[in-house]
């Protein structure tokens, strides 16, 4: 069973190995094997093997990007946090070409957690903002 602090280490040192563009680590340490989300990505599936898939798109589209947590909560088995996605557009995201932008979008993120890792994921991007921002 784990607790507050380690679901929010795992959380910290998960971004961490994800901001540093290591995503099957970060990947390994956040998510289980299993995990559900219930805010996928469209081409997102469940389980981990879903949210790697959705992280490599991202770093290929934004190969600098940086999730910069502003507020965290956390109870015993729940993390939720707002944050700041950063980057910028050098590969195709969403059928737009590289525009060489950069973006910075907000976000909120909701994770239960078991055995130290998320088991179920809520959770929303400013997507309108993101692509607004690439198409201006």
Do not use: C
Not at 51 to 66: E, I, K, M, S
Not at 123 to 128: I, K, L, R, S, W
């Amino acid at each position: 069973m784990s607790t507050r602090d380690d679901n929010i280490a795992t959380q910290e040192k998960a971004a961490e190995r994800l901001n540093a563009g290591d995503v099957d680590a970060g990947v390994d340490i956040m998510f289980a094997p299993d995990a559900v989300d219930h805010d996928p990505a469209p081409f997102q599936e469940q389980g981990r093997e879903g949210y790697r898939r959705f992280f490599h798109y991202l770093v290929g589209a934004f190969p600098d990007f940086t999730i910069t947590p502003q507020r965290m909560v956390a109870d015993d088995d729940t993390v939720a946090f707002a944050y700041t996605l950063t980057g910028t557009h050098q590969g195709e995201f969403e059928g737009l070409a590289a525009t060489g932008r950069r973006i910075e979008v907000r976000g909120l993120q909701l994770g239960r957690f078991e055995n130290g890792q998320i088991v179920e994921r809520w959770g929303a991007t400013d997507m309108a903002g993101l692509l607004s921002q690439l198409q201006a």
